[in-house]
Each structure stands twice: as structure tokens, then as C-alpha cells.
């Protein structure tokens, strides 16, 4: 293979590969609200909940100073009961008697559904608490994750430029200029593989004497319809690649 070909797929796949990590490292403050929603979103079901909990609780404040109230009532009411005199008071007293066992039959009825509600309302915290504490741990983990991989995308930024520089202190400058034109109109992909006689990014199908002198791989030919360098890689049935022929993702 053509030397200066064999450069530039090498310096593609390295711009491929410090793209992806660049455009990783820019995702990541995204990805960090991102997780910070989540946790915000569990806390705030903790929290939901214990407020609920907490206006039960007070509800059934309320409704036990009205069952007292009434109580204190009745017991007035059979008392005053046991001093009638006339047959009219009896009955007037009886009638006051049962609206006030009337208001206390209603308020227990309320008080029950209350700690019923006070039931489901305790399960829901204890269960949005274990979500929580879920919801930590593998956000934790997720930066943690996220952290390892900030480090492992800076030290291969690192490597790649190296790798670059030492590609382009080899490559003839002609083939890099024309690497560089094509990359910077054609979103960073400047190379392309040739397979089947057409260019496999942007499709278009090569005359046949240009795929001919792109399966030979001995000179830097551009595709007539998208500019990039063609290479081919050839069957390992008919050619056997040689280590330095490796295939080239069409990315
Ligand atoms: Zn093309």
C-alpha cells in the first residue's frame, strides 16, 4: 500500500477516535444534570410523601379534639339527664344526647379512614426511601463510571495527538493539505473505503477506471463526488491483508 495512504487511514481513524472522545467530554455535563434530576426526582418522593404523612398526622390531630369535644358534651348531656324534671326536657336531652353520639360515630368513622391513609401513606415513604437509597448508589456508580472515563478520554486525547503529530511530520504535505480541505468540508471524514465500485460514505458509484486504481492502493485517489481519499480493502479470500492493510470503519 501506498505509504502516504496508509497514513492518512491511520490519521482518520485517529480524528474518528478524538471526535468521539471530544464530543464524549462535552456530553458529560449533560450527563451530570442529567443524573441530578434523577436524584432530585427521588428525594423529592421522599419528601412528597412525609408531607402527606405529616398532614395526615395533623388531620387526625383535629379530628381527635372534635371527638373530645363532643365526648366532653355527652357526658354534660347525661348528666343534665339525670336532673330532668319534665317529660319535654327528657326527650330534648335524649335528642342532644344522640346528635352528640351522632358527631362522634362520624368522627371515628373519619379517624379510621385517617390511620387506614396513615397505613398506605407510611409504606409509600418506607418505599420511596428504598428507591432513594437505590437511585444513590447506582448514581454514584454512574459517576464514578463517568469520572474513570473522563480520565481514560484525556489520556487517549493525549496519545492520539501524539500519534498525529508523528503521522503528519511523515506525510507529504500536498496529502495533507488535500486531507485536511476535505475533512474540514466533509465533517471530519476524509477518507473513505471503495467497495463494490462505490465510494461506501457517500455513495455515489466510481467510474471504473478510478475504482481500478483505488483496489491497488498505490495512490491517493479522491471520490469525484465527495472529495475523500478512497482506499480498498481487499477480500482476505483473494488478497490476504497484510498487517498493515487493516479495514478502515466507514464512519
Ligand atoms: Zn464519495
Given at each position: 500500500?501506498?505509504?502516504?495512504?496508509?497514513?492518512?487511514?491511520?490519521?482518520?481513524?485517529?480524528?474518528?477516535?478524538?471526535?468521539?472522545?471530544?464530543?464524549?467530554?462535552?456530553?458529560?455535563?449533560?450527563?451530570?444534570?442529567?443524573?441530578?434530576?434523577?436524584?432530585?426526582?427521588?428525594?423529592?418522593?421522599?419528601?412528597?410523601?412525609?408531607?402527606?404523612?405529616?398532614?395526615?398526622?395533623?388531620?387526625?390531630?383535629?379530628?381527635?379534639?372534635?371527638?373530645?369535644?363532643?365526648?366532653?358534651?355527652?357526658?354534660?348531656?347525661?348528666?343534665?339527664?339525670?336532673?330532668?324534671?319534665?317529660?319535654?326536657?327528657?326527650?330534648?336531652?335524649?335528642?342532644?344526647?344522640?346528635?352528640?353520639?351522632?358527631?362522634?360515630?362520624?368522627?371515628?368513622?373519619?379517624?379510621?379512614?385517617?390511620?387506614?391513609?396513615?397505613?398506605?401513606?407510611?409504606?409509600?415513604?418506607?418505599?420511596?426511601?428504598?428507591?432513594?437509597?437505590?437511585?444513590?448508589?447506582?448514581?454514584?456508580?454512574?459517576?464514578k463510571a463517568m469520572k474513570a472515563e473522563h480520565?481514560?478520554?484525556?489520556?487517549?486525547?493525549?496519545?492520539?495527538?501524539?500519534?498525529?503529530?508523528?503521522?503528519?511530520?511523515?506525510?507529504?504535505?500536498?496529502?495533507?493539505?488535500?486531507?485536511?480541505?476535505?475533512?474540514?468540508?466533509?465533517?471530519?471524514?476524509?477518507?473513505?473505503?471503495?467497495?463494490?465500485?462505490?465510494?461506501?460514505?457517500?455513495?455515489?458509484?466510481?467510474?471504473?477506471?478510478?475504482?481500478?486504481?483505488?483496489?491497488?492502493?498505490?495512490?491517493?485517489?479522491?471520490?469525484?463526488?465527495?472529495?475523500?481519499?478512497?482506499?480498498?480493502?481487499?477480500?482476505?479470500?483473494?488478497?490476504?491483508?497484510?498487517?498493515?492493510?487493516?479495514?478502515?470503519?466507514?464512519?
Amino acid at each position: 500500500m501506498n505509504a502516504d495512504l496508509e497514513r492518512v487511514i491511520a490519521l482518520q481513524r485517529l480524528d474518528s477516535a478524538a471526535e468521539a472522545a471530544r464530543k464524549k467530554l462535552v456530553d458529560e455535563p449533560e450527563h451530570e444534570k442529567a443524573l441530578d434530576a434523577r436524584l432530585e426526582a427521588a428525594k423529592l418522593h421522599v419528601a412528597t410523601a412525609k408531607a402527606k404523612l405529616a398532614e395526615n398526622k395533623s388531620a387526625r390531630g383535629a379530628i381527635d379534639k372534635d371527638v373530645a369535644l363532643h365526648q366532653g358534651r355527652l357526658s354534660k348531656y347525661r348528666e343534665q339527664a339525670m336532673a330532668v324534671k319534665t317529660n319535654q326536657e327528657y326527650h330534648a336531652i335524649q335528642h342532644e344526647i344522640a346528635h352528640a353520639q351522632g358527631e362522634i360515630k362520624t368522627h371515628e368513622d373519619r379517624m379510621l379512614e385517617r390511620m387506614l391513609e396513615a397505613d398506605d401513606l407510611t409504606a409509600t415513604i418506607k418505599k420511596a426511601e428504598t428507591d432513594l437509597a437505590a437511585e444513590q448508589k447506582a448514581i454514584e456508580a454512574d459517576r464514578k463510571a463517568m469520572k474513570a472515563e473522563h480520565g481514560e478520554l484525556q489520556t487517549a486525547l493525549e496519545r492520539i495527538t501524539a500519534e498525529r503529530a508523528q503521522i503528519i511530520g511523515a506525510l507529504d504535505k500536498q496529502v495533507l493539505l488535500t486531507f485536511e480541505q476535505v475533512a474540514r468540508k466533509r465533517n471530519g471524514v476524509a477518507v473513505a473505503e471503495a467497495k463494490d465500485g462505490i465510494c461506501t460514505i457517500c455513495h455515489v458509484r466510481l467510474r471504473p477506471q478510478v475504482f481500478n486504481t483505488v483496489r491497488r492502493n498505490e495512490e491517493i485517489v479522491q471520490c469525484d463526488s465527495c472529495n475523500r481519499i478512497l482506499f480498498f480493502v481487499p477480500a482476505p479470500a483473494a488478497a490476504p491483508a497484510t498487517s498493515n492493510a487493516s479495514p478502515q470503519p466507514a464512519s
